[in-house]
């Protein structure tokens, strides 16, 4: 689907969508394939939640139907494709594959304190050799304010929760998160890859930052669920 003159999104296996593009066509895929640790069938998180003023507060946790695409890694196939394609690469989970992934690292710092969540997640980063950190606040409820490399400036709460991104996909990532990737690693006018769309964030961080994407997911739930997301981004910014 075409949803604006940079944005194409299908709903399709990613080696189909792959296999119809040539050689280094797209200049940076960015990519979270999935980790082979059963996200895809998450339990029930608590419904507390401790304000920074350290008030506890009941909140609504999201509910997610359990399916199976999280059961087993990506194959070699799927790397050695997304390689043929792409000039560079960006892949989350970086840590959870065997395959030769040389490079450079990101850390996203998710400001987690005493959580019983991942306090981290580390990409694979083909455009260097660097390990680079982010922090982005983001445990359930409470989502941060600002995404930086700073502690002191990361470590600021939302604070309404009525302006929180609303969570369909168990292993959603924040926009911000995919807005500072591609401020910091993709240059103006570059061709976007994902081949796993999941809740559709990085299509809005596309969109807000004027990079042209082409992206695909295979489930039709959470397809639909991000093409809706997507939409209502696009028309709320025309809106306004």
């Given amino acids: 689907m075409k949803l604006t003159d940079k944005i194409e999104i299908t709903n399709e296996d990613n080696m189909e969508l792959m296999a119809r593009y040539p050689d280094n066509y797209f200049d940076l895929a960015i990519v979270d394939p999935p980790y082979g640790i059963g996200a895809s069938k998450p339990s029930k998180k608590p419904n507390k939640a401790k304000q920074k003023n350290g008030e506890i507060l009941s909140v609504k946790t999201a509910e997610y139907t359990h399916k199976d695409w999280d059961n087993k890694l990506a194959d070699s196939d799927y790397f050695k494709e997304l390689k043929r394609v792409s000039k560079n690469q960006i892949v989350w989970g970086c840590n959870y594959y065997s395959f030769d992934l040389t490079g450079g690292r990101i850390v996203w710092d998710k400001m987690n304190g005493d959580s019983d969540q991942f306090d981290c997640e580390i ?48 292993t959603q990532k924040p926009v911000k998160l995919y807005e500072w ?48 997301r997507i939409q209502n981004h696009i028309a709320q910014q025309r809106l306004f």
């Avoid at 982005?136 to 939302?158: C, D, E, P, T, Y």
């Fill in 123 to 170: 990409a694979y980063n083909s455009l260097n050799k660097r390990t680079d950190i982010v922090r982005f606040m983001w445990s359930g409820m409470i989502q941060g304010l600002n995404i930086s490399k700073l502690i002191s400036k990361a470590n600021v709460q939302q604070g309404n929760k009525k302006l929180n991104e609303k969570r369909f996909h168990p």
């Fill in 181 to 228: 990737l591609l401020m910091n690693y993709a240059n103006e006018g570059d061709k976007i890859l994902d081949t796993h769309l999941g809740s559709g964030s990085i299509a809005l961080a596309c969109h807000n930052r004027g990079f042209e994407l082409t992206a695909c997911e295979l489930d039709k739930d959470y397809y639909e669920a991000a093409i809706k």
